[in-house]
C-alpha cells in the first residue's frame, strides 16, 4: 500500500505545479504517491507576515481536506512554515511536516553549522527565529541573500544559479558553513549541480521535506511514534469547534 503524500504549495496559483510535481517523484521511494495542491485563494508568495496570516486560514482548510481525502501526510511547502503547529494541533492521524523544520534538522546532522541562502533580507530575520525555535542556532552559520524574490527564482535559472553560488563561496569561505541549505522551496533544482560543484552537502528545501516526511512515516508505522497530544499538539475539542463553527 502506497503513502498518500500531499506537496501543499501554500499560495493561490497552479504555475509550475506539473514541474514541481516532477522533481519530486524523481526523489520519492517506491511506495510514496505524492499530490500537489494550492490555495484556491490568497497571495502568490508569502514574503511578508500579512501574506502568511492572511494565508494560513487556507492552509488550515486544505490540511483538514488532505485529512478527510485520505492522505498520509502533508507537506507545507514554504520555508517560513506557516501554519504548521496550528496544522499539527488540529489534525487527527495526519501526518504535517514543512519546508524549514524538515531542511534544518537535516542539515545539523549532516555538518557542524549550516547556512541558508535566501531570497532576500526581508526574510532573515523570521527565519533566524523559527531556527532557534527549533533549538539550532548555534548550529547556524550564517543567512546569505542572493537579491532576488520568490517569484523571481525560476525566471532566469541561470542567474539564480550564479547568485547561489557567489552566496555558497561566502557562506563557506568566511562562515565557516559545512553543509549548505536552499532557503525557499522554490528554489528546488539547483541542488545536484551545486553540490557536485562545492562537493558539500546542498540541501533542496522541497526535497528535504519529502525525505523527512517519508522518514516520519516509516517511523510511525513501525513503532507507532508520532505527534505527542500530551502538552502542545493537544488537539481542541470536536464539539467545541463544531459549536464554533470551526470545522
Given at each position: 500500500m502506497?503513502?498518500?503524500?500531499?506537496h501543499?504549495?501554500?499560495?493561490?496559483?497552479?504555475d509550475l505545479n506539473?514541474?514541481?510535481?516532477?522533481h519530486?517523484?524523481?526523489?520519492?521511494?517506491?511506495?510514496t504517491?505524492?499530490e500537489?495542491?494550492?490555495l484556491?485563494?490568497g497571495?502568490?508568495?508569502?514574503?511578508?507576515?500579512y501574506y502568511?496570516a492572511?494565508?494560513?486560514?487556507?492552509i488550515l482548510r486544505?490540511?483538514?481536506?488532505a485529512?478527510?481525502?485520505?492522505?498520509?501526510?502533508?507537506m507545507?511547502?514554504?520555508?517560513?512554515?506557516?501554519g504548521?503547529f496550528?496544522?499539527?494541533?488540529?489534525s487527527q492521524d495526519?501526518?504535517?511536516?514543512?519546508?524549514?523544520?524538515?531542511s534544518?534538522?537535516?542539515?545539523?546532522?549532516l555538518?557542524?553549522?549550516f547556512?541558508?541562502?535566501?531570497?532576500?533580507?526581508?526574510?532573515?530575520?523570521?527565519m533566524?527565529?523559527l531556527?532557534?525555535?527549533?533549538?539550532?542556532?548555534?548550529?547556524?552559520?550564517?543567512?546569505?541573500s542572493?537579491?532576488?524574490g520568490?517569484?523571481?527564482?525560476?525566471?532566469d535559472?541561470?542567474?539564480?544559479?550564479d547568485r547561489?553560488?557567489?552566496?555558497?563561496?561566502n557562506a563557506?569561505v568566511l562562515d565557516?558553513?559545512e553543509v549548505?541549505?536552499l532557503?525557499c522551496?522554490m528554489?528546488?533544482?539547483f541542488?545536484?549541480?551545486?553540490?557536485?560543484?562545492y562537493q558539500?552537502p546542498?540541501?533542496?528545501?522541497?526535497?528535504?521535506?519529502?525525505?523527512y516526511t517519508?522518514?516520519?512515516l516509516e517511523v510511525?508505522?513501525?513503532t507507532?511514534?508520532?505527534?505527542?497530544?500530551?502538552?502542545?499538539?493537544e488537539?481542541?475539542?470536536?464539539?467545541?469547534?463544531?459549536?464554533?463553527?470551526?470545522i
Amino acid at each position: 500500500m502506497k503513502n498518500r503524500i500531499l506537496h501543499l504549495k501554500p499560495v493561490a496559483y497552479s504555475d509550475l505545479n506539473a514541474e514541481i510535481l516532477a522533481h519530486l517523484n524523481k526523489y520519492k521511494s517506491d511506495n510514496t504517491e505524492i499530490e500537489i495542491r494550492n490555495l484556491s485563494c490568497g497571495p502568490s508568495h508569502l514574503e511578508y507576515l500579512y501574506y502568511q496570516a492572511v494565508a494560513e486560514v487556507e492552509i488550515l482548510r486544505e490540511i483538514r481536506q488532505a485529512e478527510r481525502d485520505g492522505f498520509a501526510a502533508a507537506m507545507i511547502g514554504c520555508f517560513d512554515d506557516p501554519g504548521l503547529f496550528t496544522a499539527r494541533e488540529i489534525s487527527q492521524d495526519l501526518l504535517v511536516t514543512a519546508a524549514a523544520e524538515s531542511s534544518v534538522f537535516l542539515a545539523a546532522t549532516l555538518g557542524d553549522r549550516f547556512s541558508v541562502i535566501v531570497g532576500r533580507d526581508k526574510w532573515i530575520p523570521q527565519m533566524r527565529d523559527l531556527i532557534c525555535r527549533y533549538g539550532l542556532r548555534d548550529k547556524l552559520a550564517s543567512f546569505r541573500s542572493i537579491g532576488l524574490g520568490v517569484l523571481e527564482l525560476q525566471q532566469d535559472k541561470q542567474e539564480t544559479a550564479d547568485r547561489i553560488r557567489r552566496e555558497i563561496e561566502n557562506a563557506i569561505v568566511l562562515d565557516k558553513a559545512e553543509v549548505i541549505i536552499l532557503g525557499c522551496t522554490m528554489q528546488y533544482g539547483f541542488f545536484e549541480i551545486l553540490q557536485e560543484e562545492y562537493q558539500i552537502p546542498i540541501i533542496d528545501a522541497m526535497l528535504a521535506n519529502l525525505k523527512y516526511t517519508e522518514h516520519l512515516l516509516e517511523v510511525k508505522q513501525k513503532t507507532g511514534w508520532t505527534f505527542s497530544r500530551r502538552g502542545m499538539y493537544e488537539r481542541p475539542p470536536d464539539q467545541e469547534m463544531a459549536d464554533w463553527s470551526l470545522i
